[in-house]
Every structure is written in structure tokens, then in C-alpha cells.
């Protein structure tokens, strides 16, 4: 079974706090995603790696940064929290595929409050 | 520009009633199409993908490149039916990504 964990079901930090959301998966995946989760919004990508040390932005990196130092972790880093980044925080893996996407692997989840 | 639409936030239905959840794509390309599904206190998973044309717990979707459609259906909607579903596509190539739709969820009332 591929695990993908995450290191806190339930934060809560303050505003301007610096905040970090840990990710592990366990099936040597190359790719690893970092989501937000708002109701009526669905999923939104963050960030994303395809390798160690490598990153591209997604669709809302704003306020967010990323670190892959290890191909079994990905971690998220909110700089500077704010109570817009009040969220459920989602994190996934998968194959890199030259045949396309392959299934992507979700953990728990974080839900983060920011007060 | 990639986009995934859903149309309907709720989507209620009762027990053996036929199911259908509503998805359109905007993709310049040949996209690949996904559902996934999460349960209540479940994580996200992946429920079926267009590629493989199978039926998963008695769901089916098929890819309709004219109207830019993957819809979900189920002849005979069951109570464990009752999910958030998210349909999702991505790209054939470049970076390997998913855009997800806002999400239908779906109840199933006795």
C-alpha cells in the first residue's frame, strides 16, 4: 500500500508565525504536490516537485514557499502566516510517467487555522 | 488556458436512482481525464481515469471530445455512494500536473 503522511492532522497558528507542513510518501515517487482545499474552490496546486532540490510553482504559490531535499519529503513552508491561509492543506505523490500522468497518492490532510 | 467545470456543488438523489455528475474541460490538446473521490473522513483517491475504460463500484465515464464532457453515471445510485467527486484532467505532456474542478457532492438518501 502507498502511504503518504503528513505531519499534523490539526494546526492552529498565529498571524505572521512561520509555519512548516511536512509531507513523506514511501513508494519513491518522483512527483510530489502540495494542495489547498476550500469548499466551492476544490483543489488548488500550490507547488509541485518532479525531482530532489526541484520545484515549479502551480497555480497559487503566493505566500508559499517549498523544500525537496530528500526524494521522500516534501515539505511546505508558510513564510509569514495570514487567516487567508486558513485551509485544509493536502499533499500527494505519484510516478513520473512518460506515458502520462500516472495516479496521484493523497494523504490526510492538515487542517490549518490561522488566528 | 486548462479548466475543469463543475456544474453542480450538490447533486441529491435517492437510492436506485440512476446518477449522473456533470463534468466539461477546456484543454487545447488531447487531455487525460480523472475522477477521484473522497468519502467522509477518507483521503482523496482516485475513483476511475478515461485511458483505462473500466467501471469502478459501478461507475462509468466516457470521454465525449465534442461536447468536451467526461460525465460520471451510475445506473443505481447505494447510500455508500455519498462522496465529494472531483473530476480532473492533465496534460499528455510537459510537467505532469493535475487541474481539479471545484467538486459535486454527491448524497444518497434511503
Known amino acids: 500500500d502507498v502511504k503518504v503522511t503528513q505531519s499534523s492532522r490539526y494546526l492552529v497558528k498565529r498571524t505572521g508565525e512561520k509555519v512548516f507542513l511536512e509531507c513523506v510518501q514511501d513508494?519513491?515517487?518522483?512527483?510530489m504536490f502540495w494542495y489547498r482545499q476550500d469548499p466551492g474552490l476544490g483543489l488548488r496546486l500550490i507547488y509541485f516537485s518532479y525531482d530532489v532540490k526541484m520545484k515549479e510553482k502551480g497555480d497559487i504559490p503566493e505566500g508559499y514557499s517549498v523544500s525537496r531535499e530528500k526524494k521522500e519529503r516534501f515539505s511546505l513552508i508558510l513564510e509569514s502566516a495570514s487567516t487567508n491561509q486558513t485551509s485544509m492543506y493536502l499533499c500527494a505523490s505519484s510516478f513520473l510517467s512518460a506515458g502520462g500522468l500516472g495516479e496521484q497518492y493523497f494523504g490526510p490532510g492538515t487542517r490549518l487555522t490561522v488566528t | 488556458a486548462q479548466r475543469v467545470t463543475q456544474p453542480e456543488k450538490l447533486l441529491s438523489v435517492f437510492k436506485g436512482a440512476p446518477v449522473e455528475l456533470k463534468c466539461n474541460y477546456s484543454?487545447?490538446?488531447?487531455?487525460?481525464l480523472f475522477w477521484y473521490v473522497q468519502y467522509s473522513r477518507q483521503r482523496l483517491q482516485l475513483l476511475l481515469r478515461?485511458?483505462s475504460r473500466e467501471s469502478i463500484k459501478g461507475f462509468t465515464a466516457d470521454l465525449n471530445k465534442g461536447e468536451t464532457s467526461f460525465h460520471l453515471k451510475k445506473p443505481f445510485a447505494q447510500e455508500e455512494d455519498s462522496a465529494m467527486y472531483y473530476c480532473a484532467l492533465s496534460g499528455r505532456t510537459g510537467f505532469q500536473k493535475l487541474v481539479f474542478g471545484t467538486g459535486t457532492r454527491l448524497l444518497v438518501s434511503p
Open positions: 484543454y487545447s490538446g488531447s487531455p487525460e
Open positions: 478515461h485511458i
Open positions: 513508494m519513491d515517487h518522483e512527483n
